[in-house]
C-alpha cells in the first residue's frame, strides 16, 4: 500500500546548528503534510504543515519544504537548541476522504548536543 | 491551541481484564477522534476511527470485539482493551480532528501507558 517514509532514521546535531529532516512520501495523491515533534513519553505536537498548492512554508524557527516532483518533504529547524531533541514525523493525508486519516512516516530521532 | 487529553497516563492490570481508556477533545467539538498504538521506537499505528453517533472504523488486522470503541459526544471517545494480554502492552495515543478556518488538523492526546501483567 501507499506509505510515507523517511531517509534518516536518526540526526545529531550542535546546538546552534540547522536541522534537516526528510520525508519521502509515495501517494502522489496526497495534498496535506504535517510535521509532528514527539517527546519521549508523550504525544505528538503538531509543528507545521502544508499544503500541496505550496512549495514552502515557514513558521518560527521551523521551514516546511515540499517537493511533489519527487514526492519529498522536508522540515528545517533553524538554530536547533537541546529542546528540539524528539522524534519527527511526517504525515499525509488526501483531503476529503476517510475522515482526515493520516499516514505516519517511520520517524526520525534528533539529538541535540549542547 | 487545541487540547486534547487522555486518562489514565498510565495504567497496570492483571492478564484477563478489561481496561477503558479516555479521549476528550477539552475546547473544541471533534466528530471524528482517531486511536492509535505505538511500540518503542516505532511510528503511530492507527487502529480506528471513531465517530461520533456511529459504529468505529477498524483498520485491517484490528480486531473489533477486542479494542471496543465508544464515541458517545462531540467530546468524547473511549477506547476499551477488553481481556487484556501482554501482548496489549503498548502505548495508546488518541488525537481529535478539528475542522476550523479552512484547516483539517489532528491534536494528539498525550498517551496511555499500558502494562498488562
Known amino acids: 500500500g501507499e506509505s510515507v517514509g523517511l531517509h534518516l532514521p536518526t540526526l545529531s546535531v550542535q546546538e546552534g546548528d540547522n536541522s534537516i529532516i526528510n520525508c519521502a512520501y509515495s501517494n502522489s495523491a496526497s495534498d496535506y503534510f504535517i510535521w509532528y515533534k514527539q517527546e519521549s513519553g508523550k504525544g505528538p505536537q503538531f509543528i507545521i504543515d502544508i499544503r500541496s498548492n505550496m512549495d514552502k512554508r515557514q513558521g518560527q524557527r521551523v521551514t516546511v519544504l515540499l517537493n511533489k516532483t519527487v514526492k519529498h518533504l522536508s522540515l528545517q529547524i533553524a538554530a536547533t537548541q537541546p529542546g528540539d531533541s524528539a522524534v519527527y514525523f511526517c504525515a499525509e493525508n488526501v483531503d476529503g476522504t476517510s475522515y482526515g486519516k493520516l499516514t505516519f512516516g517511520q520517524g526520525t530521532i534528533l539529538t541535540v548536543h549542547p | 491551541g487545541a487540547v486534547v487529553s487522555q486518562h489514565p497516563s498510565r495504567v497496570i492490570c492483571k492478564s484477563g481484564t478489561s481496561v477503558k481508556i479516555e479521549c476528550r477533545s477539552l475546547?473544541?467539538?471533534?466528530?471524528?477522534m482517531f486511536w492509535y498504538r505505538q511500540f518503542p521506537k516505532k511510528s503511530l499505528m492507527l487502529m480506528a476511527t471513531?465517530?461520533?453517533?456511529?459504529?468505529?472504523?477498524?483498520e485491517q488486522g484490528v480486531e473489533k470485539d477486542k479494542f471496543l470503541i465508544n464515541h458517545a459526544s462531540l467530546t468524547l471517545s473511549t477506547l476499551t482493551v477488553t481481556s487484556a494480554h501482554p501482548e496489549d502492552s503498548s502505548f495508546y495515543i488518541c488525537?481529535?480532528?478539528?475542522?476550523?478556518?479552512?484547516?483539517?488538523?489532528?491534536?494528539f492526546g498525550p498517551g496511555t501507558r499500558l502494562t498488562v501483567l
Open positions: 471513531s465517530n461520533e453517533g456511529s459504529k468505529a472504523t477498524y
Open positions: 475546547d473544541f467539538q471533534a466528530t471524528t
Open positions: 488525537s481529535a480532528r478539528r475542522l476550523a478556518g479552512g484547516r483539517d488538523t489532528q491534536y
